[in-house]
Structure formats: structure tokens, C-alpha cells
């Protein structure tokens, strides 16, 4: 199959290009430029695919939580592509995705997103979920603290390993613990294809109209749920 991913939700953009079976990727550290950098290294991995856009059958998106920027414009531009060219939009929630670009990790591993200054997004999978495509939709919000407990919490029946990108504060936290942490180096546009591709096939393909970014907006400043 022909399909554009585009993955841009925190602390890294990237656009990739599946073009029957060969992947072709763009990486841009221009993050917070993701308005003026994201359409640009869509042209750039189209261009270096050789695919016309007119030959793509669907695009996947890192569909959040993550930045409410980010989102907003990984959303708004693979709207607009899909929009144009007639072709569905497959949203891919970015926690277990990133958490399945590990490989084959052994136990549990949590994925940990940035939410607000101080605050995560985390939820946890089984490594036998993430294998077979059996992702939860049970995101959690907190703060540091909260993050290390959960953590704590289910080390206590099985390995767990931690991920995500560049989590500076949780860090030297989790070094305290039994999880292992480890940064999302393999997570990128590339890692939304499986995904899409297993979302693609169900019978209820969600129309563009009716997909959102996945902000996760509620939250109670007091609390650690969500």
C-alpha cells in the first residue's frame, strides 16, 4: 500500500512515506516550528519517495495527547492532504504506538508524554498487547510523582521499562526505582504504519469530519487521574 504518516505530537517532527512496502522517512528537529517546517517535509519525503500524491491511499497521523499546538497542525495538515485527495485519515494514538516502537521488550512498558509544565501523559501495556495490536485507551495524567508510583506500582509484579522522549525531571526519579528507562530514539512517522494499516482494515474507517486530535484536557490540578 501507498500511505504518508506524520507524527509530530512532542519534541520531534517527522514525515514518512510507504510506498509498496519500502519506507521512506524525513526528520526535522525544527519541533516548534512545526507551522512552517511540517508541509515542507511532507513535499520532502514525497519527493524522495517518487510517489505522486494522487497514488497515496490513506494517511495515518500521531493523532496525540501530546503538545495542543503540535496536534492542532499534524491535524489541520493531514486533514488538508486527505481532505484534498479524497482519501481516508487514519488516526493512531501516539502512547502505544510509542510504546510498540521499543520491539519486543519483555513485561510492561509505559509510555510518558508531557502534558501541561510538570505534568504527564503515561499509560501502561502489556508486551504481548503491544505484539498483537490490543491497545487500551486508558491514559492516565499526573505529575512526576504519580508517574513514579504507577511505575513502582507494577514493578512489583513484572519488569517494566519506561519510555518516551527526553523526560529530564522523571529521570533521575525512575533511577530510584526498579523501572528501566529508555528514550524514544525509534519513535517517529515510521512507527504509525502498523497501526494504521491494522486500523485501515477494520470496517469502521472514521471519516475526516470526525477525526480529532486527542488533546486529554481533563484534569484536575489537585489529582493525578485522567
Given at each position: 500500500m501507498n500511505i504518508l504518516a506524520i507524527e509530530c505530537t512532542h519534541e520531534a517532527l517527522s514525515a514518512a512515506v510507504m510506498k509498496a512496502g519500502i519506507v521512506t522517512e524525513a526528520v526535522s528537529a525544527d519541533w516548534k516550528r512545526a507551522a512552517e517546517s511540517l508541509?515542507?517535509?511532507?513535499?520532502?519525503?514525497?519527493?524522495?519517495?517518487?510517489?505522486?500524491?494522487?497514488?497515496l491511499e490513506y494517511i495515518a497521523i500521531s493523532s496525540g495527547p501530546g503538545s495542543f499546538t503540535a496536534l492542532r497542525i499534524g491535524m489541520s495538515v493531514a486533514k488538508g492532504i486527505a481532505y484534498g485527495l479524497g482519501i481516508p485519515l487514519i488516526p493512531v494514538p501516539t502512547i502505544p504506538a510509542m510504546a510498540a516502537s521499543l520491539g519486543a521488550a519483555e513485561g510492561t512498558v509505559m509510555g510518558v508524554i508531557p502534558a501541561r509544565k510538570g505534568e504527564y501523559y503515561y499509560a501502561a501495556y502489556r508486551s504481548e498487547e503491544l505484539a498483537y495490536g490490543l491497545w487500551h485507551d486508558e491514559v492516565h495524567r499526573g505529575f512526576a510523582a504519580d508517574v513514579v508510583e504507577a511505575a513502582a506500582v507494577l514493578a512489583r509484579s513484572r519488569e517494566i521499562v519506561v519510555i518516551g522522549r527526553r523526560l529530564i525531571e522523571l529521570t533521575p526519579l525512575l533511577a530510584g526505582s526498579s523501572a528501566v528507562y529508555r528514550e524514544a530514539d525509534l519513535f517517529s512517522a515510521r512507527s504509525l504504519f502498523s497501526a494504521a494499516e491494522?486500523?485501515?482494515?477494520?470496517?469502521?474507517?472514521?471519516e475526516l469530519k470526525g477525526v480529532t486530535p486527542d488533546y486529554r484536557q481533563m484534569f484536575s490540578p489537585n489529582g493525578g487521574g485522567g
Open positions: 508541509v515542507p517535509l511532507v513535499e520532502q519525503v514525497m519527493r524522495e519517495s517518487c510517489l505522486n500524491r494522487q497514488e491494522r486500523l485501515f482494515a477494520a470496517s469502521d474507517v472514521a
